[in-house]
């Protein structure tokens, strides 16, 4: 399975290990036993089984059409992609703390997460 | 009971004819035989110990969910039918039916099975028929009928729960003992019989198998010229390679234009009309200029385009970690690709690295 140090993707979410943990960040309850990372709104899903890490999303000085998540990983656990076809492959997160940011794009309306 | 420890060579040498058996229960486009399914239906109740149902076969699971609709708000019924169903759909019986063959079964062969061989036969039986099944058909259908109607929700999907069912049915095969097996094999010969069903106290809505279903040769649902899926009462879903679409981008083909195809909100389906198009077409079309390019094709190709009524708009061409290409807007002060992507992530260029790895 794929691995990294410090940076890495999964479709729209780029990840980032962080050494100190910001202020403002609000805890998210799993669903069915895992943590929603990335939602999808056709349920194509990037998950992480709750047991190994705690998900959290910041809630202050996120740039417009934002989201940016954090991962505190308690043990080796893989971020997996819920889609049958054209699945972004698993990456191994090793423990640590990690920031999540999920991708946004623009409109001549303002800036928009990303949807898929 | 000891755990079974692995398949003999003759349990081995069936697992893939049974597989390919499930397979076809699972893509079958057969038209229900109505009395096989509605015994089937009437044994699935009683295992359950709930009361003989009235059933209602439709054509298509969207004319279920409407019917369902319309009996629960009362519409197009009399009125004290309309309030008599009313009361009895509030019981959905999903949880209640299902309750045996989801956690409980799962456990039965986790404490049966070595863990090894547990995964084995999913990995042959439960992860092929998943891909077939499960993550194509059953998650477009899923996807359509949630866009286009006030969403029922079932548990229970027929001849498409063909994942499940068969790594349960291979571990009984081989030794397993199912606890409350009349349920389990009730809803087999559910799955054998029937297109989805929604059941309710004293009712169920059963759905007929769909008329057509084509793939592509990675066996995602697709069709350049009709309907991926295709019920006889003519509700469809249209798809490319995998991923659902307008109807109008196959049935009316000059309704697509590069316009819609680069504004498209959802970013999936912004690629898959680019790829019906093309992107030739695409880049042409809207008089597109290279910004800039990145010797690396993830980190992308930053253009600028005319749309009509709009005016000039910077994308970033990019290719993802699954060797897709995408377009995505940026904004007009972007002037490298690099720099698009450190913007896309909220970040400044100089706190930017380029992912170690990118799937």
């Known amino acids: 399975m794929k691995t990294f140090k410090d940076f890495a993707a999964q479709g729209e979410a780029f990840i980032r290990r962080i050494d100190a943990r910001p202020d403002g960040l609000a805890e998210i309850a799993p669903t069915n036993g895992k943590h929603i990372v990335a939602h999808s709104e056709t349920g194509h899903h990037h998950v992480m089984d709750a047991g190994s890490a705690t998900l959290l999303e910041r809630t202050t000085d996120v740039p417009e059409g934002m989201n940016i998540l954090h991962l505190i990983v308690k043990e080796p656990t893989a971020l997996e992609h819920l889609r049958g076809h054209d699945t972004h492959e698993p990456i191994m997160f090793a423990p640590g703390e990690y920031e999540v940011r999920l991708q946004r794009e623009y409109t001549p309306e303002g800036y928009r997460r990303v949807a898929d | ?359």
């Not at chain 2, 079958?28 to 209602?56: F, H, M, N």
């Not at chain 2, 019989?193 to 066996?219: C, L, N, Q, W």
């Not at chain 2, 389906?269 to 690396?296: C, F, H, M, P, Y």
């Not at chain 2, 698009?340 to 690295?353: E, I, N, R, Y």
Request: charged share 25%; aromatic share 10%.
């Open chain 2, 1 to 359: 009971m000891q755990k079974i420890e692995k398949l003999t060579k003759e349990q081995e040498e069936y697992l893939p004819v049974f597989r390919d058996e499930w397979l076809k229960v699972g893509l079958s486009t057969e038209a229900v035989d109505r009395d096989a399914s509605t015994a089937a239906i009437k044994r699935l109740y009683a295992a359950g110990g709930c009361a003989e149902p009235d059933v209602l076969h439709f054509e298509s699971p969207a004319q279920c969910i409407l019917a369902i609709n319309m009996l629960r708000n009362g519409e197009g019924s009399r009125a004290n039918l309309g309030a008599n169903l009313g009361a009895n759909l509030g019981a959905n019986l999903g949880a209640n039916l299902r309750d045996n063959l989801g956690a409980n079964l799962r456990d039965n062969l986790r404490d049966n099975l070595r863990d090894n061989l547990g995964a084995n036969l999913w990995d042959n039986l439960g992860a092929n028929l998943w891909d077939n099944l499960e993550a194509n058909l059953k998650a477009n259908l899923w996807d359509n009928l949630g866009d286009n109607l006030k969403y029922e929700s079932t548990y229970f999907w027929g001849g498409m729960d063909a994942n499940w069912l068969a790594w349960a049915e291979f571990a009984e095969k081989i030794g397993v003992q199912i606890e409350k097996h009349e349920h389990f094999h009730a809803y087999i010969d559910y799955a054998k019989t029937s297109g989805m069903g929604y059941f309710y106290e004293g009712i169920a809505f059963v759905s007929d198998r769909p008329e057509t279903i084509k793939k592509d040769d990675e066996t995602r649902l697709h069709c350049e010229n009709g309907p991926a899926i295709r019920y006889r009462d003519g509700y469809s879903v249209y798809c490319w390679h995998g991923q659902n679409i307008p109807a109008d981008w196959i049935e009316n083909k000059s309704s697509l234009t590069a316009q819609t195809a680069i504004t498209w909100e959802n970013v999936e389906q912004r690629r898959a009309a680019s790829e019906i198009l093309g992107w030739d077409v695409i880049l042409n079309e809207l008089n597109a200029r290279t910004i800039n390019k990145d010797v690396d094709p993830e980190v992308g190709e930053l253009l600028e385009v005319d749309i009509p009524d709009i005016g000039t708009e910077r994308f970033l061409r990019v290719r993802c970690g699954t060797n897709r290409q995408f377009a995505i807007p940026v904004p007009p002060e972007m002037n490298t690709a690099l720099q698009s992507q450190a913007w896309m992530v909220g970040l400044t260029p100089s706190d930017f690295q380029k992912p170690e790895v990118r799937t």
